[in-house]
């Protein structure tokens, strides 16, 4: 019976990534998605241990749901690279006032706020952005271009109010939220 360690197989490579994408949608507060994902999950987990437990003398199956896991983890990690749900905020800390780099992260339409700040040698300008997290990398072009010492520090936003960033178009918008806190054009 190759079909049971093919099914398994298959199961776990869909089980494992909607793990990832319910457990990304409740960290980022989406309950109802996150519930809906965990209804389809636990149908495919309840399908897969039922075919593994039929049968504990077939190690067929139990390798094939071991190694599912292993390679769902995987897949659900690219997933979720790939959609780059929610926003991160960017620091960027520069040795002088770089009016370049942040006309050009504004006419890319990041926000961009900039502060002073003493550093250990000299006086240093910190710039204080928000974006989606699926523009980071365009970001870390802009900044590594225009000033490739700057020291960059990203972490991830859960909630914010008020401020303003630029909407642009998105491919995506099932994951994303319809009513969100802060000035968009």
């Given at each position: 019976m190759l079909w049971q360690p093919i099914l398994i197989l298959g199961a776990q490579l869909l089980y494992v990534p909607l793990v990832v994408l319910r457990t990304l949608m409740m960290v980022k507060g989406e309950k109802e998605r996150s519930a809906l994902f965990a209804t389809v999950e636990g149908g495919v987990h309840v399908i897969s241990l039922s075919i593994v437990f039929s049968d504990l003398s077939n190690y067929f199956n139990m390798v094939a749901y071991s190694l599912g896991f292993g390679l769902g983890m995987y897949l659900g990690s690219i997933v979720e690279e790939?959609?780059?749900?929610?926003?991160?905020?960017?620091?960027?800390?520069?040795?002088?006032?770089?009016?370049?780099?942040?006309?050009?992260?504004?006419?890319?339409?990041?926000?961009?706020?900039?502060?002073?700040?003493?550093?250990?040698?000299?006086?240093?300008?910190?710039?204080?952005?928000?974006?989606?997290?699926?523009?980071?990398?365009?970001?870390?072009?802009?900044v590594n271009e225009c000033d490739p010492n700057a020291f960059v520090v990203s972490f991830e936003t859960r909630n914010f109010q008020g401020g303003y960033i630029k909407k642009k178009s998105s491919k995506r918008t099932w994951f994303r939220r319809e009513s969100q806190t802060l000035t968009e054009e």
């Open positions: 790939k959609l780059a749900i929610g926003y991160v905020s960017l620091q960027v800390n520069t040795s002088f006032h770089h009016k370049p780099l942040i006309e050009r992260l504004r006419d890319a339409d990041f926000s961009v706020a900039l502060t002073t700040v003493e550093g250990i040698e000299s006086i240093r300008v910190r710039l204080d952005c928000t974006a989606r997290r699926d523009r980071e990398h365009e970001f870390m072009a802009i």
